[in-house]
């Protein structure tokens, strides 16, 4: 197992180009199920959720072909299977959209329950809802999910609460449905129509993607396609807030600025500079950073995925902020970890109050999970001294060489192989 030592104290310089989209490579890859042909996928993140996706289609009999770094061919004509078991579900959170798939192309798949960051409770009973209206049967058993259906007919789904993983299953189900499904109360993030946009490049026919209301129209085969995935919103925001914690100037490419409205207008007003260029943005601190109320909603909100990472900058700025975690029950758990390193942090339940710090002090910490694990690396970056971060195969799911990146802006940073654990010689 791997750690990460950061030396602290110098701001990031230079320029950064953004991987692509995480949480849209989760869902397009598994939706390649559906198609009748081969599939060419571009810009694909390297990191561990996308490598345990394929080789999770890999196993299931798809032929996964790596064309360079970052595109990848699958042909999904060879798949044999329809069941999913723990040990290979559990590598992913999103192999819930394994089941959407499945059931849309071969209307039946039992999968195990997935994996993933532990964020609190994450029910799928939205998810559920949605197959049921499209004429699934569902069973749960010895965690397992199992979907049947003679046919999946279209129908109108209202969400009882705003989720971007039922959103994006119930549209990965309906595409080959009979007939017209209408997704109401639909989540609306960059992700949500990344998928929309390459399902319709195989030939669905998929409107109002990134509105609250979307609408799917059958149709009877999805075909070959080529596909580029959108650059990374939440990847982007981390090197936009660390530029800022740090007191940096750094140039962000390869990102689509509307996605990080949210994110851009919370930085300017908790102190930063940001200036938006077509396919980058750049953002830059020089005074004191100022306390700031957060929010997290679902898009075009504050996003969630940004909060440990905004909350560490907060800890350092003068006054005291207030965030408020609207998605999570589990998202504060990084406050524990700052803390120790010198963060002055009163979490109640889903409410997190930081009165600002002159400055950190490094410690030994760990990451809780991806985003807490990209919160840690910031705070190592602003803090004095050494922090050495443990638990980085968190961070690994999610940000493509994270340390180099950082390396190539001026970070102090590097890996540190630990040894394994030696059964004791007798
Ligand atoms: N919810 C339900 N029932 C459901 C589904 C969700 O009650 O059937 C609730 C959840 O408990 C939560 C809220 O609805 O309180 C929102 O959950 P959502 O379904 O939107 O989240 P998700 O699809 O499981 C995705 C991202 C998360 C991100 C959230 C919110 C992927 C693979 N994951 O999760 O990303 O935090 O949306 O934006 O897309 C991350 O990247 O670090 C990460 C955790």
Not at 194 to 203: K, Q, R, T, V, Y
Not at 220 to 233: A, G, K, N, V, W
Request: proline share 4%; aromatic share 4%.
């Amino acid at each position: 197992m791997d750690k990460f030592v950061v030396n602290g104290g110098r701001p990031l310089v230079g320029s950064v180009s953004v991987s692509g989209a995480k949480n849209a490579a989760v869902a397009i890859l598994p939706a390649v199920i559906l198609c009748s042909g081969v599939c060419r996928i571009e810009n694909v993140p390297e990191i561990s959720d996308v490598t345990n996706c394929l080789r999770i289609l890999y196993e299931m009999g798809a032929r996964v072909r790596t064309v360079n770094a970052h595109t990848i061919e699958i042909d999904p004509r060879t798949i044999h299977t329809q069941t999913v078991p723990h040990e290979m579900a559990k590598r992913m959170r999103a192999s819930y959209y394994l089941i959407g798939a499945l059931l849309g192309r071969f209307h039946h798949a039992s999968v195990a329950m997935p994996g993933g960051c532990d964020l609190g409770p994450r029910p799928i009973d939205q998810h559920l809802k949605g197959f049921e209206a499209l004429g699934a049967e569902i069973a749960l058993q010895d965690g397992m999910i199992s979907v049947a259906a003679d046919r999946l007919v279209g129908n109108q789904i209202y969400l009882d609460v705003v989720s971007v993983g039922a959103t994006i299953n119930i549209m990965i189900a309906a595409v080959l449905a009979r007939g017209l499904t209408v997704i109401e109360n639909a989540a609306k993030e960059p992700h949500i129509v990344d998928l929309a946009n390459f399902l319709n490049s195989m030939g669905a026919d998929i409107r109002g993607a990134g509105t609250d209301v979307i609408k799917i129209r059958g149709v009877d085969e999805l075909r070959s396609t080529t596909y580029s995935i959108i650059p990374d919103q939440i990847e982007a925001g981390t090197f936009m807030v660390a530029a800022a914690a740090t007191g940096g100037d750094v140039l962000i490419e390869n990102v689509i600025p509307k996605h990080l409205e949210s994110i851009s207008n919370k930085l300017i007003e908790a102190g930063a500079e940001v200036t938006e260029y077509d396919e980058a943005v750049r953002v830059r601190r020089t005074g004191r950073l100022t306390k700031c109320m957060v929010k997290t909603m679902p898009h075009p909100g504050f996003p969630t995925d940004m909060q440990p990472q905004f909350g560490v900058l907060l800890s350092v700025a003068e006054g005291t902020s207030v965030i408020n975690e609207g998605i999570w029950d589990n998202r504060f758990r990084y406050t524990a970890q700052l803390a120790s390193m010198g963060a002055n942090i009163q979490v109640n339940g889903k409410v997190a109050v930081i009165q600002g710090v002159e400055k950190l002090k490094g410690a030994p910490v760990r990451a809780n999970d991806l985003r807490a694990g990209a919160a840690m690396l910031i705070a190592g970056m602003i803090a004095e001294g050494v922090t050495e971060i443990e638990e980085i195969q968190y961070i690994e799911r999610g940000y493509e060489n994270i340390e180099e990146k950082l390396r190539g802006l001026g970070a102090d940073i590097r890996r540190v192989t630990l040894p394994s654990p030696v059964s004791k010689v007798v």
